[in-house]
Every structure is written in C-alpha cells, then in structure tokens.
C-alpha cells in the first residue's frame, strides 16, 4: 500500500522533520511559532522511515537560521530542517547542538547574579549519554535542556 | 621570571590545574616559614564584602596587612550606593577597580565574582559567591591538608555531615580528584553529595565509598573533614536521630593512624565535642590560621612575579 503523506505541502518556507515524537508541540511554544501570523501545519506521532515515530512541523514563509537551528537542536537533536521554494527542497540540513548558547534563555537559579545585571546569559552545553545539560556561565548550575522549553 | 597566576583572576577551583594548585600551596609553605612583610608595598587592595563575613574578610585583610599592602573597601553592603541606591554590581566593579590593584569580592549571589571579573580592571579573588564558589577556603583546605600529610596525593579522605549544601566539600573534593585521592562520604540520605560531584567523580576515575557512619572506615583514615549539619533543615526528632551518627567524639577517635587529621571550616556547632580539641588529631584551628597564609600565596602570585619557577 502507499503511503501518503498526511501534512499539507507548503510552497515556501521550513519543514522541521524528525522531531521526537512528543517535542512538535514544546518546539511550536518555546519559539513562539503559533503567536504569529503564518499558516502551521504540524504532525504528531507520524510513522518514520525506521518504523518509529516523529513529530513534523511547516511553517509557511518563514526560515530558520543557523542560530535558531542550534537552538532547535537542544530539544530534537535529531532534526532536519528543510528550506522550501516553490514546493521543491533547496536546503535541507541537520541540526547541531552549539558548544555555548548566548543571549537566549534566562538562567533558571533564581538567585544567579545574571538575572539582574547588564549581561547576556551565557550557557556552556554538554550532552551526556542521553541528556543536554546547560551549565550558567556565571553561577556555574547545571539544567537539563528540558527545564528551559517547560520554563518558557 | 613569571608565574602562571599574574594577572589572572581567582574565580572557581575548576578554573585551576593541579600544577597551580601545587605553585598555591608550594607559595602559602614559603610566606608560612618566611614572612615577607614588604612584598605588596604601596599596592592597594579592595576588599568588598557584599556579603558579611567574619573569618574570610579578616583573615584576607590580615593577609593583605602582613604582605605590607594598604586596604579599601566595606564589610557589608548596607551604607554602599549598591546597597543603598541601587546601583548595578557592574558599574560597582567598574568604578573600584579603578582604584585598587586587586578586588576581592564576596557577595551573596552565585556568578557575582565571574560578572565582576567582567568589569574589573585588575585581578578579581572571589571570596565566596551564593552557594556556588569559595576558592580561597578551598585553597587554605589543601595547604592545610599538604602540611599535615607531606602529599596531596592518594590521601584516604572522608567528608562527614551536610554534603548536599556544602559548597566547601563539593569544591574540595573536585581540587583533591586531580591527586588520585580516595573519597568516604558520610551524610544523612536527605544531604548526600549532589550527582554532578558524583558524575565527575565516575568521569575521573576515582574511588569512593558512602556509609551511613564513620565506623567502617574512620581508622583508615588521612583526612576527616567535618561539616556542620544546619539544624533548621531537619525537625527536632530528625536532628537528635542523627546526633549520634554525625557527631565526632574524641572516644570515636580511638585506634585512628597517627597522621589523621580532623578538619573543620568553621564555625562548628556541636557537630564536634569539645574533648576533641585536645587530641593531637584535632587541626581545625591551625586550618582556620592557614586562611592567613593561603590568601597571602594567591595575592604574591596574582600581584607580582616573584614567584614560581617559570
């Protein structure tokens, strides 16, 4: 039988493909996708080529660059983004979990001096077997990746 | 000649090799024997306690003091326009530094001593930042343990009582897993050593051991260093139940090798009786002396090149 491909095509803009199954909908809320004006389609838990499963998301007229793909790989390290025009693929290319993350998030430990000081908050990124942990430049607390999509 | 630590901020013990270390300690046994009591003429340090502290502030300004350097600064941040009218701890640094040759900083919030060495136009110390970093105890903990041992390395040491908040046991573990040492935590379930120190650890190789009281392991022993445990962590019944395992009496003492040494930072509660003092064991207070020389060691080496053989 064939398979039919079950989100909607775009004709220009991202698809975000092999997203872990369950990460589609905290990726769409930590970069604010949905509060903008663009068409969103995404999948949830649709069958992967190794018979697994993986969440899907297009973003019509919208591309990723370099650096929100980095960011983007601390919640799917396993990601592909692909650029379209005219419905063909022009780019597509996987995500890479940076050495150190700056200027994104806030640093969970309430009493981290970053909070209220005129500095960016800087991350030094280890992954650990499974887990991406983010160690605070400043106050030197380590987080899992997790904590900062759910503290979004 | 020049040495390694010129010029370079003193912020976490991570930030530190195992030959500086050595070049630390090495200096604190030279200004021990040999004080040198014009080393820092006509320097300036500051020294900003955001934070009030009793034993750290006095014994770094002593050190300052006996190296012949002149002091500024506060010993808490109530009259400081910090304090007062709410002026960033950047610009703080910003405008102090220029005045100083060296900052020593302690402030109750974690990362404020890497910030400050951000801002600051001289050498930053970090004299305690939050929960997070207190380099100068840690260094002062292994001059002390050098002195008392002759080595740092492949020590039996035991840390004993709060684990989990100590960031005095989590930092010198960390600088003592460099020398191959072997590690005996004993604590109550709810304040074992945190799993970051336990993964570096496993990361590093070393050996480590956890009980449920000293017992098993105490006439082992090269090093037992004793924390206090904070009794508003626990309710009355919890504390007194663990009174008896995590208090050290000189009668728990008996049959120990003749090297052991007790350590302490200070202040200590009832978590060591007083009968201890009088054993040759006890080194908490000579350890407490050592802050004077540790602290002289890192001003000598992060101010002037006359130490160190590089």
């Known amino acids: 039988m064939k398979k039919q491909l079950t989100v909607e095509a775009i004709e220009h803009g991202t698809v975000i493909d092999h997203i872990s199954p369950g990460q589609g909908i905290k990726i769409l809320k930590f970069f604010e996708l949905s509060e903008g004006l663009q068409r969103i389609s995404i999948g949830l838990n649709l069958p992967s080529h190794d018979g697994s499963c993986k969440d899907l998301i297009k973003i019509e007229n919208t591309v990723f660059d370099q650096n929100q793909a980095n960011q983007l790989a601390l919640f799917a390290p396993k990601a592909t983004i692909n650029v379209i025009e005219n419905f063909e693929v022009v780019k597509k290319f996987k995500v890479a979990i940076p050495e150190r993350i700056t200027g994104v998030f806030t640093c969970p430990n309430s009493n981290c001096i970053s909070l209220n000081e005129p500095v960016d908050s800087r991350f030094d990124i280890k992954q650990a077997k499974s887990d991406i942990k983010l160690k605070c430049h400043y106050c030197e607390k380590s987080f899992l990746s997790g904590l900062f999509s759910e503290l979004h | ?310």
């Open chain 2, 1 to 310: 000649m020049s040495n390694p630590l010129y010029n370079k901020d003193i912020i976490s013990i991570s930030n530190l090799s195992r030959s500086e270390l050595e070049l630390i300690v090495s200096t604190a046994k030279q200004l021990k024997q040999y004080p040198s009591p014009d080393l820092l003429k006509n320097k300036v340090i500051a020294s900003c306690f955001f934070e009030a502290s009793t034993r750290t502030r006095l014994s770094f300004e002593t050190a300052v003091n006996r190296l012949g350097g002149d002091i500024i600064g506060f010993p808490d941040s109530g009259n400081t326009s910090l304090g007062k009218k709410g002026e960033t701890l950047a610009d703080s640094v910003k405008v102090i530094s220029s005045y100083c040759d060296a900052f020593f900083i302690r402030h109750n919030q974690e990362g404020a001593a890497r910030l400050a060495s951000e801002f600051s136009s001289v050498p930053v110390i970090n004299g305690g930042d939050g929960s997070n970093q207190h380099p100068t105890q840690t260094l002062l903990d292994l001059f002390t343990i050098y002195e008392t041992q002759g080595t740092l390395d492949k020590l039996q040491v035991a840390f004993v009582g709060d684990l989990k908040y100590g960031r005095t046991v989590h930092s010198l573990t960390q600088a003592l897993a460099l020398f191959n040492c072997e590690f005996h935590f004993i604590a109550p379930s709810v304040l074992s050593m945190p799993d970051y120190i336990i993964d570096e650890l496993d990361a590093a190789g070393c050996k480590y051991t956890i009980h449920d009281t000293l017992d098993p392991i105490v006439n082992s022993l090269d090093i037992l260093y004793m924390t206090r445990v904070q009794k508003e962590r626990f309710d009355e019944t919890e504390y007194q139940h663990m009174k008896s395992s995590f208090i050290l009496t000189a009668e728990m003492l008996e049959g120990v090798k003749d090297n052991l040494r007790v350590l302490h930072p200070l202040p200590r509660v009832d978590e060591i009786t007083t009968d201890v003092d009088n054993t040759p064991y006890a080194y908490y207070f000579q350890q407490a002396e050592n802050g004077v020389y540790a602290r002289q060691a890192l001003l000598a080496l992060v101010l002037t090149n006359k130490f160190g053989d590089q």
